[in-house]
């Protein structure tokens, strides 16, 4: 259920800044014709048909392997997940000169199963076959998923070479902090923090450059990270409530000039959790719980109000809504039953003005 809830929820936000950048007028050509409703010629519900079938019959082949996984070596399953990687490679090669848009959705998908296999093919070699420790593996891992991802994404910038980018860099930085804290699990939680909201805040800024696209993938990824990554240490580490307030704040002001709601949920809920923190933990004691949830409270109405009011500045009226500049009537031609309204008209169709 929890996984269901997940999955809506990272829908809901990638969705989200997928609409505010389409109708900013910010996604290229390509992206542009992927998602176009009007160019396909294969409908939705034979896709997602398709796909069904797809995950029926990985689910299958995975089943029967894993009934025979007992008996396989350490290199035959190394083998296996190099088999799988590939295979769907290959599959994405053969089918990615076809321009309909959900063949092209298609590649992205086989791809980013692709870098999966690369994944499980290394993790196994480097821990079953090597023997290295989990911190190595870890490491092994990222720079493997970075590496063939940033290879994919360069030929094809899409939506899940994108993801599967970021995620193999957020591997990487954790398995290096992990290996140079010697393993064992005492890396500290501050270095995973800063270097984690450090990499999400130059991601976030990657994406608005466009030096990494889609930006409707990379901008949110880098906030998301960027938002969590304080609370990591926020345990141990009372002033990372600062940081994450502060980013919670940055994001939530930059959401009104760039007009993109999304942007400013993600502030909203960041800074509602951060302040509650705070409040909870600082002032339970001397306070106590009552007086500790009413302050929460207040807080939590004064962020609604501010939300609002940034709801509002993201979302200006239209001409045609209440509130509205109206349109001058001082340039419109005169009506033919005033008085000389025969005459302005004809200097208005001359000269453009009226004299």
Not at 80 to 85: E, L
Not at 113 to 131: I, P, Q
Not at 318 to 347: D, Q, V
Request: charged share 10%.
């Amino acid at each position: 259920m929890f996984a269901i809830v997940l999955v809506v929820i990272v829908a809901l936000i990638f969705g989200g800044f997928y609409y505010w950048a389409r109708r900013q007028g910010l996604l290229t050509t390509d992206q542009a014709v992927e998602g176009e409703q009007g160019a396909r010629r294969i409908s939705l519900l034979t896709e997602a048909v398709a796909y069904i079938g797809a995950i029926l019959l990985l689910a299958g082949g995975a089943a029967a392997i894993g009934q025979r996984w007992n008996g396989i070596t350490d290199w035959g399953r190394v083998g296996v997940f190099t088999a799988a990687a590939v295979f769907f490679l290959l599959v994405g090669i053969i089918v990615r000169q076809v321009r309909e848009p959900a063949i092209q959705r298609l590649v992205g998908v086989v791809w980013f199963l692709s870098v999966a296999g690369v994944a499980g093919a290394v993790g196994f070699a480097t821990h079953e076959v090597y023997r290295h420790t989990g911190a190595v593996t870890v490491l092994a891992v990222g720079v493997a998923v970075a590496l063939c991802s940033a290879a994919l994404w360069l030929v094809r910038p899409r939506a899940l070479q994108n993801v599967a980018l970021f995620v193999g860099l957020v591997v990487t930085i954790c398995g290096t902090i992990v290996t140079v804290a010697g393993g064992g699990g005492s890396a500290p939680s501050l270095a995973f923090a800063l270097a984690l909201w450090i990499f999400g805040l130059a991601w976030a800024g990657l994406g608005w450059q466009r030096y990494v696209e889609p930006l409707w993938v990379s901008i949110p990824s880098g906030v998301v990270l960027a938002l969590i990554a304080p609370s990591l240490t926020a345990g141990e580490h009372g002033w990372a409530y600062a940081i994450g307030i502060a980013t919670a704040t940055v994001a939530m002001a930059a959401s009104v000039p760039l007009r993109n709601t999304p942007l400013l949920a993600l502030g909203t809920l960041a800074m509602f959790s951060y302040v509650t923190s705070v409040v909870v933990r600082y002032f339970h004691e001397s306070l106590g719980v009552p007086a500790a949830l009413a302050i929460t409270g207040v807080l939590i109405i004064g962020l609604a109000v501010i939300s609002a009011r940034l709801m509002r500045a993201t979302h200006p009226p239209k001409p045609n809504k209440p509130g509205a500049e109206k349109p001058s009537y001082a340039t419109l031609p005169p009506k033919l039953t005033e008085p000389g309204a025969e005459k302005r008209l004809f200097e208005v169709g001359r000269d453009g003005v009226t004299s």
